[in-house]
């Protein structure tokens, strides 16, 4: 894709190729590109999560609220989860 940056705090940028490969020695993350953060434990975080893309979710969420942003119709997979604020309902793609 392209170099990216990202700044913890006031610290950074730090520069990274998402098309890169990581260098891991354990072998951990083998075979898989580097993101801004990566992790093979949890990852906390006290305040709000802000998305500006799509979230994949490979386990689970705990979460006392999710806020969803209004759009007509999912373009997404099957089990894509959209809030249409037209009808104000919850939606699942089914394909």
Do not use: C, N, W
């Amino acid at each position: 894709m392209a170099i990216k940056k990202i700044y913890i705090g006031s610290f950074g940028p730090l520069i990274y190729d998402d098309t890169s490969d990581i260098d891991d020695p354990d072998g951990d993350f083998s075979g898989e590109t580097l993101q801004a953060v990566r992790s093979d434990g949890s990852l906390g975080i006290d305040g709000d999560l802000l998305v500006g893309g799509d979230l994949d979710v490979t386990g689970s969420i705990e979460a006392s609220e999710v806020k969803l942003i209004p759009k007509a119709s999912s373009t997404g997979a099957e089990g894509t989860i959209f809030y249409d604020s037209d009808d104000d309902h919850v939606y699942v793609a089914t394909e």
